[in-house]
């Protein structure tokens, strides 16, 4: 177990335990940790998630001078031993979860010692909904054992009511995806993103974020078919599961593009003039937007519940994904519907659009503009939550 306080017999500070599933959830709860901090300023954050990408990611988001978090560690199996040693040790005042890992050992053994313990930026699908539903005997005593739960949605609230939860104990404070931080770059810092990446003055920048098993086949092949139309097209590339990248390596140079594969710290295969570059790196994805074009949404084409897209709607880029954005439903439908994103389903649809998009630069400005437009007037959420935490009743 690694030595998570560092000042074990200093009480005065409040310790506060945050924890968040994986990648997704860990990008969310970045700008909500840094509120919290300014917030708390009496109370120590240590953070956890479940997953080495998640880790990765967390370690990458709060440096080692432990200004914002005491530590980053991966969360206890929920065995009855792990989670007892774990409590005991960081003996949190508090115990907020991200969105979902929701872990019954966890939550009875919080509850048992009267820590209170907030699900923030919770969700509930029809598809979640109905499967604790059915085993409502035992989901229900669970979820009752929230101190508070802040739903994204009234949708979402009324559906956790409907699993028992008491109507006192549930607030609607919105999706803290949308208070992401939005990071400009100037000129300066989009050329030196640029040149790292080989990337020429003139060529036109479609990015490819997060993307899942079976979506780089159908835009390699949507990008064939625009190369011939837009030469100084490059397609940058981001896996969502970074083991990946080879795999995707794989399918672009088989039909006799060049491609470029981002590491850690340099470009390997360093073509002068790359067509595909594969980003092999964990953190970055969402500054390179900045350099972007148009950007496509991953895990949008298969059923995987999409990304979120108001990292790119940060920069005003325009946004395209597929019909399956489940997991950002209510932040795709804003997006669509004010004309900052554009649904697509298959090959011939992402050809039509990135083609337009392209063509057009003032539509495409028009249509990033009204993306950031969506990012800026849906603000406001992580200082509602964070209102509703520091509302503790005593």
Known sequence: MPDFIRNKN???????????????????AVPFIKVLKEKQINGKILFSTSTKTGYEVAISSFDTSYDIVESVFYAPFDLFFSVNRFINKINPDMVIIIESDIWPNFIYQLSNRNIPVYLVNARLSVNSYEGYQRYSFFFKPLFSLFYKICTQSDIDKNRFSGLGVPWDALVTTGNIKFDQEAEFLDNREKRIIREHLNVRNGSIVFIAGSTHGGEEIMLCDAYCSL????????????????????????????????????NESSVSEKSTNPEIIIVDVIGILKKLYAIADLVFIGGSLTQDGGHNPLEAAAYGKPVIFGPYMSDFREISGLLVNSGGAVCVSCVKDIISTAGLIISDKSAASSMGKKAFEVFESSRGSIERTINEISDRRT
């Open 10 to 28: 200093n009480k005065s500070k409040r310790t506060i335990w945050v924890h968040a599933l994986s990648v997704g959830e860990v990008i969310s």
């Open 227 to 262: 190369r011939q139309r837009y030469p100084e097209l490059i397609l940058i590339i981001a896996p969502r599961n970074p083991k990946r990248s080879g795999d995707v390596y794989k399918i672009f140079k088989s039909r006799g593009f060049k491609v470029n594969v981002l």
